[in-house]
């Protein structure tokens, strides 16, 4: 089976490392891949060394455009595949239908469709949706919800969880390497979000409680961690010292191998208010053994369900962040049986090696159709 795959990402965002993560554990010999993406992304010298090919696109294919269809339509037309899986790439599925190709559409995020457009526009919007879209994989059920609100039909939604790599295993003396870097001791209880430096991602949620564990116990040395860079970091840095945690709070900025910081942290949290599906961070923090503390917006509460492997809150709820890490930093016990129930459930839901059995399965059942 043939198939390309179209993704916007310029960066490396969650699609695409759930990308790299598909492309390492397909079956070569039943999966041919390919990738269209934007000229320039970063994700290009990672998919290379894989060994799968990549075609750039010169006009952006996130938003419909003619400049864009016709670069697609060429790629198609050069690559022949049996089917053009999408990833946030409209002009992808366009592209697909037009060239008689089966149309795959991954729903990573998790957005409220519109509802304020008049009734017979929405209805032509739903029905746009099915025409462009043979199967929909929603990568959580709160993502599901909102294919079948934009038109999806039941029958062609599929739901496979992110799955990731494990997080690598790390020796004492790289870890010693790693503290010494961000100025943190072995005694240091560190609390750790991994997460692009964006509004919908909470941290100032995260910077709050912080503050508040701060002052509610301060003979407990918490050191709080930032993974990850975005727009909001001067925004936040500001935050931090205004809070008066300047010193506890480091910026680890973008890290391409975030292995030595999961396996120095104590717990892992998702503080996210907007988009969230099956968080990959959380879903690696999980592999690292961390208990874990996540916010409730959309398919987060389903990740944990009745696991143990840590706490559920509401949604930018800074004290109720503040108390999950408290009671963990005072159980030791506690939070090492959390770890051990996380390692469990990332290994029963979570692996790259299960989401990419499941995606070919989609793939053989919809070219033994064609």
């Known amino acids: 089976m ?5 993704i916007s990402d310029r960066n ?35 998919v290379l060394r894989l060994g799968i090919p990549v075609r750039e696109l010169d006009a952006p294919c996130e938003r419909f455009s003619l400049s864009a269809l016709r670069e697609l339509m060429h790629v198609i037309g050069e690559t022949k595949p049996d089917i053009v899986h999408t990833n946030a790439a409209v002009c992808g599925r366009v592209a697909g239908r037009l060239c008689g190709k089966t149309v795959i559409y991954t729903r990573h995020c998790c957005f409220p469709t519109e509802t304020e457009d008049p009734l017979p526009l929405r209805a032509a919007k739903r029905a746009v949706n099915r025409f462009f879209c043979d199967r929909a994989i929603a990568t959580a059920e709160a993502a599901a919800e909102d294919l079948r609100r934009s038109g999806i039909r039941e029958r062609d939604i599929t739901v496979i969880l992110n ?18 870097r961000f100025g943190l001791a072995p005694s240091d209880f560190c609390v750790g979000i991994c997460a692009r430096l964006e509004p919908c991602k909470g941290h100032e949620i995260f910077l709050r409680a912080a503050q508040m564990v ?11 961690l930032l993974i990850g860079e975005g727009s909001r970091r001067a925004e936040l840095e500001q935050k931090a010292r205004e809070w008066g945690i300047g010193d506890r709070v480091i910026f680890t900025g973008f890290q391409t191998d975030v292995a030595p910081l999961y396996r120095i942290l104590n717990v892992h949290v998702n503080c996210s208010v907007g988009t969230e599906t099956s968080c990959l961070a959380v879903s690696e923090g999980m592999s690292a053994g961390l208990p874990t503390v996540l916010s409730d917006f959309g398919g987060n509460r389903a990740m944990l369900e009745h696991s143990g492997a840590g706490y ?8 109720a962040l503040a108390e999950a890490l408290c009671r963990l930093a005072a159980q030791p016990a506690l939070a090492e049986k959390m770890g051990r129930n996380a390692r469990r459930r990332y290994e029963q839901k979570y692996t790259a090696v299960g989401m990419a059995n ?13």
Request: charged share 30%.
């Open 358 to 370: 499941r995606l070919t399965a989609v793939y053989r059942d919809l070219c033994g159709q064609k």
């Open 12 to 46: 490396i965002g969650g699609a695409g490392v759930l990308l790299l993560n598909l492309l390492r554990h397909f079956d070569r010999s039943e999966v041919e891949s390919t990738v269209a993406m934007p000229r320039g992304s970063r994700l290009r010298e990672r």
């Open 312 to 319: 559920c809150i509401p949604a930018g709820n800074a004290p």
């Open 163 to 180: 799955g990731c790599e494990p997080v690598r295993e790390v020796g004492e003396a790289e870890k010693t390497l790693w503290r010494s």
């Open 2 to 6: 043939r198939v390309l795959h179209v």
């Open 214 to 224: 701060a002052e509610v116990m301060p003979e407990v040395p918490f050191r709080f």
